[in-house]
């Protein structure tokens, strides 16, 4: 066990919530915890104020694409990052800049100098700081946990970010209610500042970091072509493309299917819209309540295939009631999806490659802008539930077809035989 791992006789605890009594990881995950409930909130607060300043819905649609335009440019730079340098200084810097964005954009409104272009370039460059900061901190997660306990800490992970997806928007709401755009944007730079401030005490493991020669082209090539030879590596990548291409893109569309299919007012689309997050959430701490998962990939490849069941029948749905439950369902479901795909990701990869695994990771998870785009067009074309139907279809043929040329990714899993520690590894049957 590493020294680090010795020094915190709490990490001992056999729980499946045990993870939390490791201090370095409690800091982290709080850390992320207040970054998930700022982002939430900043997409409703910064959407009001676009609206607010432009009147133009089309506007307010782009600020999706800024937040995620950096991911298939920056993602797998950003792995390489992680490997070659200290990932808690990455972490550390980000979000740094991060604050100060933030309170660049308080400022802007309180000073009634803000316009669209402002937003968007603050937060395209909050979008690069998100990128750059998810392999490092994926990484380091594991770093402090150990293999073993790496899906009960994703799980932690997700479930903090599953119930932001439903109490930032929420907060968000009330504060421009209750203070208007100065005070959301305010709170928004608390939250930010403080998650910076919990990931400073946090002691990462002591690791060498090789210095290389090769080239970030050479670097960036190798990466490549270890997780398209690596079957676990390469069929997580296949399905997260095509999830976030044909599955995930559904979200833009809530507004549209609570005005004009279902026919409800803007209280009753918010219960629409939290509906997936409150599946999402149930399934994070189920998820994170089990000791151990043996078959990730059972749970991720599935689960996936489940939720793009329950939202092609969504598509289908002109009943409120019966809309919630299906959207419930398919936010459980795609709890498997959220909380192991990290997971796979990580248990596939050397130490050495971590970095770059989670950052081919980054650039299958930027496939999203072009789903978002997609959608729209059939959305205006044909219609929003023909759109989401023809999508869930392609979705779940291709998901078959990943699974069944790529079956290793639904295999056993199984971890060495001595005590979790820190920086141990997975073997994975291929």
């Given at each position: 066990?590493?020294?680090?791992?010795?020094?915190?006789?709490?990490?001992?605890?056999?729980?499946?919530?045990?993870v939390l009594f490791?201090?370095?990881?409690?800091?982290?995950?709080?850390?992320?915890?207040?970054?998930?409930?700022?982002?939430?909130?900043?997409?409703?607060?910064?959407?009001?104020?676009?609206?607010?300043?432009?009147?133009?819905?089309?506007?307010?649609?782009?600020?999706?694409?800024?937040?995620?335009?950096?991911?298939?440019?920056?993602?797998?730079?950003?792995?390489?990052?992680?490997?070659?340098?200290?990932?808690?200084?990455?972490?550390?810097?980000?979000?740094?800049?991060?604050?100060?964005?933030?309170?660049?954009?308080?400022?802007?409104?309180?000073?009634?100098?803000?316009?669209?272009?402002?937003?968007?370039?603050?937060?395209?460059?909050?979008?690069?700081?998100?990128?750059?900061?998810?392999?490092?901190?994926?990484?380091?997660?594991?770093?402090?946990?150990?293999?073993?306990?790496?899906?009960?800490?994703?799980?932690?992970?997700?479930?903090?970010?599953?119930?932001?997806?439903?109490?930032?928007?929420?907060?968000?709401?009330?504060?421009?209610?209750?203070?208007?755009?100065?005070?959301?944007?305010?709170?928004?730079?608390?939250?930010?500042?403080?998650?910076?401030?919990?990931?400073?005490?946090?002691?990462?493991?002591?690791?060498?970091?090789?210095?290389?020669?090769?080239?970030?082209?050479?670097?960036?090539?190798?990466?490549?072509?270890?997780?398209?030879?690596?079957?676990?590596?390469?069929?997580?990548?296949?399905?997260?493309?095509?999830?976030?291409?044909?599955?995930?893109?559904?979200?833009?569309?809530?507004?549209?299917?609570?005005?004009?299919?279902?026919?409800?007012?803007?209280?009753?689309?918010?219960?629409?819209?939290?509906?997936?997050?409150?599946?999402?959430?149930?399934?994070?701490?189920?998820?994170?309540?089990?000791?151990?998962?043996?078959?990730?990939?059972?749970?991720?490849?599935?689960?996936?295939?489940?939720?793009?069941?329950?939202?092609?029948?969504?598509?289908?749905?002109?009943?409120?009631?019966?809309?919630?439950?299906?959207?419930?369902?398919?936010?459980?479901?795609?709890?498997?999806?959220?909380?192991?795909?990290?997971?796979?990701?990580?248990?596939?990869?050397?130490?050495?490659?971590?970095?770059?695994?989670?950052g081919v990771n980054?650039?299958?998870?930027?496939?999203?802008?072009?789903?978002?785009?997609?959608?729209?067009?059939?959305?205006?074309?044909?219609?929003?539930?023909?759109?989401v139907t023809v999508?869930?279809?392609?979705?779940?043929?291709?998901?078959?077809?990943?699974?069944?040329?790529?079956?290793?990714?639904?295999?056993?899993?199984?971890?060495?035989?001595?005590?979790?520690?820190?920086?141990?590894?997975?073997?994975?049957?291929?």
């Open positions: 066990m590493s020294e680090l791992a010795k020094s915190d006789p709490l990490l001992s605890k056999a729980g499946p919530f045990s490791n201090r370095n990881f409690r800091l982290l995950w709080i850390a992320g915890l207040l970054r998930f409930n700022a982002r939430w909130m900043e997409l409703i607060v910064l959407g009001w104020i676009i609206l607010d300043v432009t009147n133009s819905p089309f506007l307010v649609g782009t600020l999706g694409f800024f937040r995620m335009a950096a991911m298939p440019i920056l993602g797998l730079p950003a792995g390489i990052i992680a490997d070659r340098l200290n990932r808690k200084l990455i972490i550390l810097l980000a979000e740094g800049l991060n604050a100060t964005l933030s309170v660049l954009l308080f400022v802007l409104v309180a000073r009634n100098l803000i316009t669209f272009w402002y937003i968007a370039v603050i937060t395209l460059a909050m979008g690069m700081c998100f990128v750059n900061t998810f392999p490092s901190r994926s990484s380091l997660v594991q770093d402090l946990v150990g293999s073993k306990k790496l899906t009960n800490a994703m799980s932690l992970d997700m479930a903090a970010m599953t119930a932001s997806k439903m109490v930032g928007p929420i907060c968000g709401g009330l504060l421009l209610t209750l203070t208007g755009s100065a005070g959301a944007t305010l709170a928004l730079s608390i939250l930010y500042i403080l998650g910076f401030l919990f990931i400073i005490p946090v002691r990462a493991p002591q690791r060498q970091v090789q210095i290389r020669t090769e080239s970030i082209a050479k670097l960036l090539s190798k990466g490549i072509r270890f997780v398209l030879k690596e079957p676990v590596l390469l069929g997580t990548s296949l399905i997260t493309i095509t999830a976030n291409l044909f599955i995930f893109p559904f979200m833009v569309m809530i507004p549209v299917f609570a005005r004009d299919v279902l026919q409800v007012n803007e209280t009753s689309m918010g219960i629409l819209a939290g509906a997936d997050g409150l599946g999402a959430l149930i399934g994070a701490l189920f998820l994170a309540s089990r000791r151990t998962i043996q078959s990730p990939g059972r749970i991720y490849t599935y689960g996936t295939i489940i939720a793009a069941i329950t939202i092609l029948l969504f598509s289908l749905s002109n009943n409120f009631t019966m809309s919630i439950l299906l959207l419930m369902v398919s936010g459980l479901s795609f709890a498997g999806f959220t909380v192991m795909q990290p997971v796979l990701m990580l248990l596939g990869a050397p130490y050495e490659m971590r970095g770059r695994s989670m980054m650039v299958a998870i930027g496939f999203a802008p072009i789903g978002f785009l997609l959608l729209g067009a059939m959305a205006e074309i044909w219609s929003a539930p023909i759109g999508n869930c279809i392609i979705g779940i043929c291709c998901m078959i077809a990943i699974i069944t040329f790529a079956p290793a990714i639904r295999r056993k899993i199984t971890f060495p035989d001595q005590e979790d520690v820190a920086l141990s590894q997975p073997r994975i049957p291929t």
